[in-house]
């Protein structure tokens, strides 16, 4: 499994560990609430549900709404897939959230992991917060020695660019203090009212979780009737 495929078998685990949906409501939830798949190929979902129900994590089962109920005498049309997380499923999704390994600090990963902190235990949130920070803090003494070696062969543009890249790592590295602390001192941040995961705030700029400037979600993909 590559770690693309893996990230998102992860995330739509998650989803439905909150409530069963159509395919079409994850693909929403993914681009919408997830800002680390925004660029998301549609086309890599199904297979990924496919694989999820084979594996004996997901079932699938009919609609039951109205439009569900109408949906099929039409045209032919097929009555929309509800997939629904199963027990081995919840079970494999708690063994996924309890790992701390080095892919849980690496950038489209972690912003993953981060939308599921409300079902994460504390400590396992903070062996990814500081494994994050440290990875980050390894990260920005490179880009600080290579822009030291550098810095006098560099036009002015490249220079803020790399400059621009520094501030950004540092300011997520101050985020990751934050929230370190935070967790240390037993507060949870305060998520939505109905508990799910949802989109974090932007004032701090984590990465891949969080939208960044410019960032404009993708137009809504017309729905299709198999899912």
Known sequence: MSRRSG???FAVLGLLRESPMHGYELRKRLNTSLGVFRAFSYGTLYPCLKTLVA???LIEE????PEDALAAPLAGRRAKIVYRLT???KEHFEELLSQTGPDAYEDE????????????????????LEGRRSRLEERLEKMRASLARTRERLDDYTLELQRHGMESVEREVRWLNELIESERAGRDLKGPASGGSAQQDTTHGAPGVLPRPGD??????PDDTAT
Do not use: K
């Open 7 to 9: 990230i998102l078998e």
């Open 55 to 57: 594996n004996g994590w």
């Open 62 to 65: 009919p609609g039951h709404t």
């Open 87 to 89: 027990a081995e499923g």
């Open 109 to 128: 990963h972690f912003a993953a992991r981060f939308a599921f902190f409300g079902q994460t235990s504390r400590d396992v949130r903070m062996r990814v």
């Open 216 to 221: 404009t979600p993708g137009p809504d993909t």
